[in-house]
């Protein structure tokens, strides 16, 4: 059975934000110049064909990472998301959107920003507003939004709960943790962990971030970004510290944060 093809919107999605440019290119050698390429998985898994799992690589390095040595050559994925998310923002710098000189002239994300709230509020155009967990769902199926993974069990009726990822940093070291194998946080302990979802905040959104009320029963005091600015990508980093008198177990997919996201009147960068 061969591999599931990739849907062909998400492909145009990366060639546009990527403009071509390879981000290892970019990130390792500071190669800014158009490629011929290849749609690499960023998790290696060609079954996931999630927008936030796919690249653009040149032959040479979609070669390298996709070959079986490639992860004791040091190509991670970590290198990827950092170095494609830093590429994106070239691409919007050295590249922006043209102007619009007519008011009918819209931007195509703007033109299915507009159709997808038509759609889920109708006769309600740009309003400063909370989306519904049905509007954040239904955000994430046109692809206007990314969280990912995503499950439909973590919607709130205004929200999205994100869980804990799998890496810790404690004093000064990077420890990795799972359900067989959980963090175990004493008393009075400082820790740094990171979300289990990427979150790709799109120019019309601002995103409001807090601790779960679930979290703070356990006995975590939790100091989250509080905000995510219109563009935000990657995975959010929280502080927590076990402020109780008994050790708190702690394993990924623990949800810790609240995510709530807010419609802009005027969407930013437009």
């Known amino acids: 059975m061969g591999r599931p093809k990739i849907p062909t919107e998400n492909v145009a999605a990366v060639l546009i934000k990527s403009a071509r440019r390879c981000c290892l290119c970019f990130g390792l050698n500071g190669d800014f110049s158009e490629k011929k390429g290849q749609i690499a998985?960023?998790?290696h898994n060609p079954a996931n064909n999630s927008g936030y799992n796919l690249v653009f690589l040149c032959l040479e390095?979609?070669?390298?990472y996709d070959s079986s040595t490639s992860q004791s050559k040091g190509l991670t994925r970590e290198e990827i998301e950092y170095?494609?998310?830093?590429?994106?923002e070239a691409v919007e710098?050295?590249?922006p959107r043209r102007t619009a000189k007519d008011p009918r002239d819209v931007p195509a994300e703007l033109e299915a920003v507009s159709t997808f709230l038509e759609a889920v509020s109708p006769n309600q155009p740009f309003r400063s507003s909370l989306l519904s967990g049905y509007e954040i769902q239904r955000a994430c199926q046109e692809q206007l939004l990314t969280i990912d993974p995503f499950s439909p069990e973590r919607l709130t009726g205004s929200g999205y709960r994100l869980s804990c990822?799998?890496?810790a940093l404690i004093d000064g070291r990077?420890?990795?943790?799972t359900k067989q194998r959980?963090?175990?946080?004493?008393?009075?302990?400082?820790?740094?962990?990171?979300?289990?979802e990427v979150v790709s905040i799109p120019h019309w959104l601002l995103g409001r971030v807090a601790p779960l009320t679930g979290a703070l029963r356990l006995g975590l005091s939790i100091e989250s970004p509080g905000h995510l600015n219109p563009g935000f990508r990657g995975r959010l980093?929280?502080?927590?510290?076990?402020?109780?008198l008994h050790s708190i177990t702690v394993v990924p997919g623990l949800p810790l944060l609240i995510l709530e996201l807010w419609l802009l009147n005027i969407p930013a960068h437009w």
């Open 237 to 244: 980093l929280l502080t927590a510290q076990n402020r109780g």
């Open 83 to 88: 170095y494609r998310a830093k590429l994106f």
């Open 41 to 43: 998985h960023v998790d």
């Open 182 to 196: 959980p963090l175990e946080l004493t008393p009075s302990t400082f820790v740094t962990l990171s979300t289990e």
């Open 174 to 177: 990077l420890l990795k943790f």
């Open 165 to 167: 990822g799998e890496d």
């Open 61 to 64: 390095h979609h070669d390298a």
């Open 93 to 95: 710098i050295k590249l």
